[in-house]
């Protein structure tokens, strides 16, 4: 016996306290928007891991926040405290469900509360009631379009800008551009004076010094006198200018000529056999050249009015070549811009991006729009769409308003092309249990009516951001656009909540394949949330 006992002393000694779980709330009755103080309190052992509730957990009470309190130990024991903030927007009776506490991953409960949310008392002998203000249309805002225009406006400006500064502005003229508008006389008497005062013969650069100066008067008589001086030899050359003294077309005399075959010969020497003459030979020669270049321009004939107007003709379609040109390549680069940013936009983005944004698309403008977040019907659902919801005028089917006590039907405006989002709600005479699957077989023939063929059905639940569970039947069809002979493929969804004398509809459909309309339909069902309480 007493063996026994000693072995059952280490058992007690070592044996773990069980870990307790409390909770309690402040209140059990709150108006409209106050909030409720929910604690609870976890008594473990310091070793244990405590997973406390995380989010909407309190429905149908809404979570605003949870607090963590500062952990006080106790030996090995500890003490954990999370307060929760409460609220709930409806008036009623409403039950907190017990909340799961994990401890090692063994699950606790807590008790169950019961709250009353009163309404907010109002004094209609001081506060006069008013009738709910009827929906008005408001213009839809330009403002991103005009956005897009002014960078449009700002990308051409500048543009054309650059074009202008770079082609088509009369740019001021360097001094090499200046020399070469001066008649050829004129250009040769400047470009001697330059020589004049050139280094060359200094710098015992001889050659450079007749190689320039004969040049120099080669291109004069080419210009001027219309003989091929450039690439004549020095014999050809005289003999060309002799045959046109001996036909009366240049009045040179014969002394004149001689002594430019004497510089030509000179400057062939120098350039060709290294001949080196004096300086003072070297600067009588270029003054004897400027001489020569005087005596032939007075030795031309006066030009005809004919040939003076074909000299100007011929300058005024120079100029007109050169503005031209500065257009086309102002042009090109414009055109250049535009493809260069149409290619890498389209790279970057995708061609059906790039075409919907420059050509328009119905449902990318919805998406890229102005949304607009609002609650529809009673019991209200809450969604964020393109554009407000417009409320319809719907007539029930015979024998309905026996059963039927309100229904509210919400439509999107006008939209070109297959895209289409609804909200109704309706409330019963009687606390029945809707019939989902009856409802969504209405909504099917709804669309066969409208045109829609091969409907394929698929079901699955469907959970709105505050947790609220419901149907989701959605599919695909076949639509035959009426008064057309096109066929356009089409996706749906129908949404079905509800409860006791309740339902909630919200049906989606858009062309199958359309992009911006999946976009559109993800952001709505994101935002979809709806009220369980009547």
């Known amino acids: 016996m007493t063996f026994l006992f000693l072995f059952m002393i280490p058992i007690i000694g070592f044996a773990q306290e069980k870990p307790k779980v409390t909770s309690e709330i402040d209140t059990t009755s709150i108006k409209i928007g106050e909030q409720i103080q929910y604690k609870i309190t976890v008594e473990a052992d310091s070793t244990d891991v405590v997973f406390f509730p995380e989010g909407q957990t309190f429905s149908p009470l809404e979570t605003v926040e949870a607090i963590m309190l500062d952990t006080v130990k106790n030996n090995k024991r500890v003490t954990l405290q999370r307060i929760y903030a409460l609220t709930q927007f409806d008036s009623g009776a409403y039950t907190i469900p017990p909340q799961r506490i994990a401890i090692n991953e063994q699950p606790f409960f807590t008790d169950s509360f019961q709250i009353k949310v009163a309404d907010v008392v109002v004094d209609t002998t001081k506060q006069k009631m008013f009738d709910i203000k009827p929906l008005i249309e408001v213009e839809k805002s330009n403002a991103r379009l005009w956005r897009i225009l002014l960078w449009i406006l700002v990308v051409l400006l500048i543009v054309g800008g650059l074009v202008y500064w770079f082609f088509l502005r009369k740019k001021p003229l360097t001094e090499e551009e200046k020399e070469a508008l001066l008649p050829p006389y004129d250009r040769a008497l400047l470009e001697l004076k330059k020589l004049e005062n050139s280094k060359y013969l200094i710098q015992d650069e001889y050659k450079k010094y007749y190689s320039e100066l004969t040049d120099i008067v080669r291109s004069y008589l080419e210009e001027d006198v219309n003989v091929s001086a450039l ?3 020095t014999g050809q050359l005289i003999a060309k200018l002799e045959m046109l003294k001996d036909a009366g077309d240049l009045k040179l005399d014969d002394e004149t000529i001689t002594q ?7 400057a062939d020497l120098v350039k060709f056999a290294k001949s080196k003459p004096s300086t003072s030979v070297a600067e009588q020669d270029r003054a004897l050249v400027e001489q020569i270049v005087v005596k032939t321009h007075e030795a031309l004939p006066e030009p005809t009015e004919e040939e003076l107007l074909l000299t100007e003709e011929y300058l005024e379609e120079l100029a007109r070549k050169k503005q031209r040109k500065k257009i086309y390549w102002a042009a090109a680069i414009f055109a250049g811009l535009l493809i260069f940013g149409g290619g890498l936009s389209i790279a970057y983005y995708g061609l059906k991006e790039v075409k919907d944004t420059v050509l328009g698309h119905p449902t990318k403008e919805l998406l890229e729009g102005e949304w607009v977040t609002s609650s529809y019907g009673f019991p209200p659902i809450d969604l964020e769409t393109p554009d407000v919801l417009i409320r319809q005028e719907v007539t029930l089917p015979e024998g309905a308003e026996e059963v039927v006590k309100s229904h509210q039907t ?11 989002v609804s909200a109704n709600s309706t409330t019963y005479k009687e606390e029945v249990e809707p019939d989902f699957k009856a409802l969504v077989d209405a909504n099917l023939a709804n669309f066969e009516n409208m045109g829609v063929r091969n409907i394929l059905t698929k079901e699955d ?16 069809g076949t639509f035959d656009i009426p008064d057309t002979k096109e066929t356009r493929k089409i996706e749906y969804i129908i949404l079905c909540f509800g409860g006791k004398g309740f339902v909630q509809q919200v049906i989606i459909y858009h062309e199958k394949g359309d992009t911006y309309a999946d976009q559109i339909v993800s952001r709505i069902l994101n935002t979809l949330d709806v009220k369980t309480q009547t």
Do not use: A, P
Not at 260 to 266: A, E, G
Not at 410 to 420: E, I, P, Y
Not at 461 to 476: A, E, I, M, N, R
């Open 461 to 476: 639940k469907f959970t709105t951001k505050s947790g609220v569970v419901g149907l989701k039947t959605f599919g695909t």
């Open 410 to 420: 919400f439509l999107n405006g006008k939209v070109d092309g297959l895209f289409s």
């Open 231 to 233: 690439e004549s030899t």
């Open 260 to 266: 430019f075959q004497k510089i030509l010969q000179t």
